[in-house]
């Protein structure tokens, strides 16, 4: 299977400080690609230089067969981003929230309201189209997050955590949409989570980054047998330890510093 994300021998140091330290893996297209590590590990660093918010020291990368540094137009978008942090607008409604995101992505006035619908039928909100954002639960905001983060149909959907704080019933759901888009719709799925149990049941590959480098990279099930686990948790701290790390930069940091890039191509 053709890898869609390429990553080869990625270096990104702030200044004395080696975050990312000489990482490689390949994510096949249409796959499921669970990128795990412990806070402070690198996880946040590296999803910043393949979604185009920072360059790298060294290395390569390409994303859907670009340079996110070269062509950072076409790299973008190939691709929709969940943050872990909210970033819909409370005041607006289901449908204007897709509608302001079709605008920025530039898609077609005449082709909005078709897509918005159909997404929003998707993921079970056409019945609260019209309804304001605040009054939706944290499951129904998740679903039109995913839902907006497809509406310029991306072939990479990146999620960081995405059913952080969310009851299992909830989890459960928003898992199964994600796995009928990479099944239905050909969509690589490249997620973070500290779940060990979501990762390892949706999984079909997972690399695992500890203090800036990939210290494992397999399938979950060959994982846990070189490790001698019988759980994917017990195979991550095997292979990372049990020190408890610091956290990176917080995920709205993140929005915060896409926003700036986005704001600052038009």
Not at 113 to 125: D, M, N, Q, T, Y
Not at 154 to 173: A, C, S, V
Not at 180 to 192: H, I, P
Request: some cysteine.
């Amino acid at each position: 299977m053709s890898a869609i994300i390429e990553v080869n021998d990625l270096v990104k140091n702030f200044g004395a400080f080696c975050a990312v330290d000489h990482v490689s893996f390949r994510v096949p297209e249409g796959s499921i690609f669970g990128f795990l590590g412990p806070n402070g590990a690198g996880k946040t660093t590296t999803i910043k230089m393949l979604t185009t918010v920072l360059r790298p020291t060294s290395g390569t990368i390409r994303v859907d067969g670009y340079d996110p540094t070269r062509d950072q137009q076409r790299v973008r978008r190939s691709f929709g981003i969940v943050f872990q942090d909210p970033s819909l607008d409370d005041e607006l409604t289901a449908f204007e929230n897709m509608e302001l995101h079709a605008v920025l992505y530039g898609v077609a006035p005449a082709e909005r309201k078709g897509k918005i619908g159909a997404l929003l039928a998707f993921v079970e909100l056409a019945d609260r189209r019209n309804d304001q954002v605040k009054q939706f639960s944290g499951g129904m905001k998740r679903r039109l997050e995913l839902a907006r983060g497809l509406l310029h149909q991306p072939k990479i959907l990146f999620l960081d955590e995405p059913t952080l704080g969310l009851d299992p019933q909830t989890r459960n759901h928003i898992w199964s949409f994600i796995q009928s888009l990479a099944k239905e719709k050909g969509v690589t799925v490249f997620f973070t989570t500290h779940y060990m149990e979501e990762a390892d049941r949706v999984a079909d590959l997972v690399a695992v980054i500890d203090h800036g480098k990939i210290v494992a990279q397999d399938p979950t099930a060959e994982l846990k047998r070189k490790t001698g686990s019988a759980t994917l948790e017990d195979a991550f701290i095997a292979v990372t330890g049990h020190t408890i790390r610091e956290e990176e930069a917080s995920s709205v940091d993140q929005l915060r510093m896409m926003g700036r890039v986005w704001r600052g191509r038009r």
